[in-house]
């Protein structure tokens, strides 16, 4: 069975704090490795997408990167905008692209 | 570009009742694919269709149903509801094709039952 780990469950920083968040995996046959953010109340918002080992996207003060057991997302001098809950996501290892399996997310608090 | 549009954005039921919850996807989008979100459970995937197709179903019991129209749209449908139904209702769209399988979440249903 697909499983994605997600630590730590909650992160607190202070303003210009860098961090890192752990995302590890247990899927055979690794199709991709998405990264979402999510405000409260509302739907996940993508943010990234890693298909192989050794790949590495950035966005503003987010970084994420891809080993062949785990994927880190790498906040920069964060700031208190950048305050949500962090989802990694996989595809099905029975084959399909479009049914994902998600951690349970990183809840990132950023204070002033 | 419109993102994906779900209504309604909250709604509260009565235990025993049925409910239907409905998806616009991204305009040129084909596949949609239903999330269930609970604090417990996290996101948990329900279905996803295709060219009004089931695809892949996760497991849940029967009561949740859906389907896909010719549009591309869909609804979703939980009947004989229950407590533990309460939760976020997330739906997504996928551009498709290829490697190009990212989903693309609209902000939910916030369903309650009472």
């Known amino acids: 069975e697909d499983q994605v780990t997600q630590s730590p469950e909650a992160l607190r920083l202070q303003e210009g704090e860098s961090s890192s968040l752990n995302c590890s995996y247990t899927v055979s046959g690794l199709r991709g490795l998405f990264w979402y953010r999510q405000d409260p109340g509302k739907g996940p918002e993508f943010l990234f997408t890693l298909y192989s080992a050794g790949e590495e996207k950035e966005k503003e003060r987010l970084k994420a990167t891809l080993t062949k057991k785990e994927s880190f997302l790498h906040i920069t001098a964060p700031k208190p905008e950048d305050s949500a809950t962090y989802l990694c996501?996989?595809?099905?290892?029975?084959?399909?692209?479009?049914?994902?399996?998600f951690g349970k997310g990183t809840l990132l608090t950023v204070n002033p | 570009k419109a993102g994906v549009t779900q209504t309604p954005r909250y709604l509260i039921k009565t235990r025993g009742q049925q409910v239907t919850l409905s998806c616009s996807p991204i305009?040129?989008?084909?596949?949609v694919s239903w999330y269930q979100q609970t604090p417990g459970q996290g996101l948990q995937f329900l279905f996803e269709y295709f060219s009004e197709t089931q695809r892949n179903k996760g497991n849940f019991p029967g009561r949740f149903s859906g389907r896909q129209f010719s549009n591309s749209r869909s609804e979703m449908n939980v009947s004989t509801l229950e407590l533990g139904d309460s939760a976020l209702y997330l739906c997504?769209?996928?551009?498709?094709?290829?490697?190009?399988?990212?989903?693309?979440f609209g902000q939910g249903t916030r369903l309650t039952v009472v």
């Open positions: 996501a996989v595809p099905d290892s029975g084959g399909s692209n479009y049914k994902l399996t």
């Open positions: 305009s040129g989008h084909r596949s």
């Open positions: 997504a769209s996928h551009r498709g094709g290829g490697l190009n399988t990212e989903a693309f």
